[in-house]
């Protein structure tokens, strides 16, 4: 038996502001042309001139941006995504990009951003009982976590399928509960303006290849560290293995429910042959589809430094190669992190001013926003995933509010600054 998670929590500091009048609105002009919704889902060979400004100029200009002043280490050399970029969590300062704002297929790390959208929506503990239609209209080859007709599942178990097995077909029932899968589009769509992630065009809410669904490095970023606010997406997206319900059987007379494993198939969080697990992940999400090829975005915090990084569909064909590179980009930003000038920053939401980014969310960001709850907030999501057999990376659960703000000449100044909650360093794994 594993030994106990030990928690280390690092503060933050914090300057909280109350902004109500302020609308952080990115320029029409700074934003690429939005995607056409008949064109092909395949991507180009190459990136288009008229990619968004969105964080800066340099940002929206094709080849690697990065400032390799003296002392800042020098980028690996084999890195082959058509597009990546590394960033300070919480600064929002973008360490280094490569085509940062390309359009291209995002596949299933676009379920962050459904998970940004739909979570807050539903308690964790409520049932539901999946009927045929709930099920329909998923692409031929979806991803599945194993979801049957007739069964009961929790919320949390569809997230847990979502999260770790990718599963399209959880995503679906998810998307009936919340109204539709038309409806959770829609809302997607505006949620991802409110992120200012102006790259993004949602088609399906699982992120299976269809024409005209893009989205960048840059936006899936920002939908990483508008989810990572939340305690219960921070929850489900460090879970490495849970328990899940299985099909209901008769034994002896009596109706008799099983459950199978399952394993995130986050290589850097659950290890694989090739791929160890990399010090101090705390998630993100993975993808892989025909058109969209390998795509990952990961959050680890390491010295206490948080970052993320995305990439998108490395040209070379090896085992696992979104991940090494991912690692690769990770290890230099850690090493550059404080010495290396930015070449952009990630934008604050429109509604960063607000106690939360998340439409339907709470200030503590739990979803369902039931602030009725004598549950102990602290300790909600830790304690269900030890009652159901689930191992994943401890996570500080107290949120962090309010948004940094600079008083320079009488004006008002909003820093890039948007701080994450706490994330714990992984425990040593034997």
């Known amino acids: 038996m594993p030994a106990p998670q030990q928690t280390i929590r690092r503060p933050l500091l914090v300057l909280s502001a109350a902004l109500s009048s302020l609308a952080l609105t990115a320029p029409v002009a700074l934003a690429a042309p939005s995607p056409t919704p008949t064109s092909s889902a395949s991507p180009t060979a190459t990136p288009p001139a008229d990619m968004s400004s969105v964080g800066g100029t340099r940002l929206g200009q094709a080849g690697t941006q990065v400032n390799l002043t003296s002392g800042v280490p020098v980028l690996p050399k084999d890195l082959t995504a058509r597009s990546w ?42 049932e539901h009982k999946v009927v045929p239609s709930d099920l329909a209209g998923m692409g031929e080859g979806s991803s599945l976590v194993g979801i049957k007709e007739g069964e ?12 770790l097995r990718s599963g399209n077909d959880a995503v679906h029932v998810l998307s009936h509960m919340y109204g539709g899968v038309d409806k959770t589009v829609a809302d997607m769509n505006a ?58 059987t008769t034994k002896k007379g009596k109706s008799v429910r099983g459950t199978f ?25 993975n993808g892989n589809t025909t058109n969209a090829g390998a795509t990952f975005t990961g959050v680890a915090e390491r010295g206490g430094k948080v970052l993320l990084v995305t990439v998108m569909n490395p040209e ?18 850690f090493q550059a992190d404080g010495k290396v000038q930015p070449v952009g920053e990630l934008v604050a939401p429109k509604n960063a001013a607000q106690a939360s980014a998340q439409p339907g969310g709470t200030a503590t960001g739990e979803a369902g926003g039931d602030t009725s709850s ?31 703000v600079l008083l320079a000449g009488g004006v008002f100044l909003v820093n890039r600054r948007w701080p994450l909650p706490d994330l714990v360093r992984r425990r040593p794994r034997p």
């Open 85 to 126: 970029i590394v960033t300070d969590a919480e600064s929002g300062d973008v360490l280094a990009s490569h085509n940062a704002h390309w359009r291209l297929p995002p596949a299933s790390t676009l379920k962050m951003l459904f998970a940004d959208t739909v979570l807050p929506t539903f308690p964790s503990t409520t």
């Open 152 to 163: 009961s599942y929790t919320v949390r178990d569809l997230w847990l399928g979502v999260f």
């Open 191 to 248: 949620h991802a303006q409110d992120l200012q992630a102006l790259d993004t065009h949602v088609v399906t809410p699982d992120g299976y290849d269809e024409p005209g669904q893009v989205s960048s490095a840059y936006d899936l970023t920002l939908f990483a560290r508008s989810g990572l606010q939340k305690k219960d997406f921070r929850a489900y997206c460090s879970t490495v293995s849970a328990k899940f319900p299985g099909e209901t």
């Open 261 to 285: 494993d399952i394993r995130n198939t986050n290589r850097l969080l659950s290890g694989d042959s090739d791929v160890s697990v990399y010090p101090g992940i705390a998630g993100v999400k």
């Open 316 to 333: 070379k064909d090896e085992h696992n190669e979104v991940y090494k590179e991912a690692a690769k980009i990770l290890d230099w930003g």
């Open 374 to 404: 004598k549950r102990p907030a602290a300790s909600s999501s830790a304690s269900a995933a030890e009652e159901n057999g689930s191992s994943g990376v401890g996570i500080a659960l107290a949120i962090i509010g309010g948004l940094l």
